[in-house]
């Protein structure tokens, strides 16, 4: 009876050990892809708003900055 006892108790530990690894894979997928959506969008924010902002600093600065 204990070795069965043994064998079921063992069965269960690695099961659980395969399936935390699958589920910390599936998580960092997860990450991985959140991460590309919000290049994705930082990305085209910066292409859409660049050349705009870019004079709007451009714009502070030459008002800040005392002329030469």
Do not use: C, D, H, W
Not at 11 to 17: G, H
Not at 27 to 54: D, M
């Amino acid at each position: 009876m204990n070795a069965i006892s043994a064998y079921l108790t063992t069965l269960a530990f690695v099961a659980q050990q395969r399936l935390g690894k699958a589920t910390k894979g599936a998580t960092a997928v997860e990450y991985g892809l959140l991460v590309a959506l919000i290049a994705a969008v930082i990305i085209g924010v910066v292409a859409v708003f660049g050349t705009t902002l870019s004079k709007v600093f451009s714009n502070i600065t030459s008002q800040i900055a005392p002329a030469a």
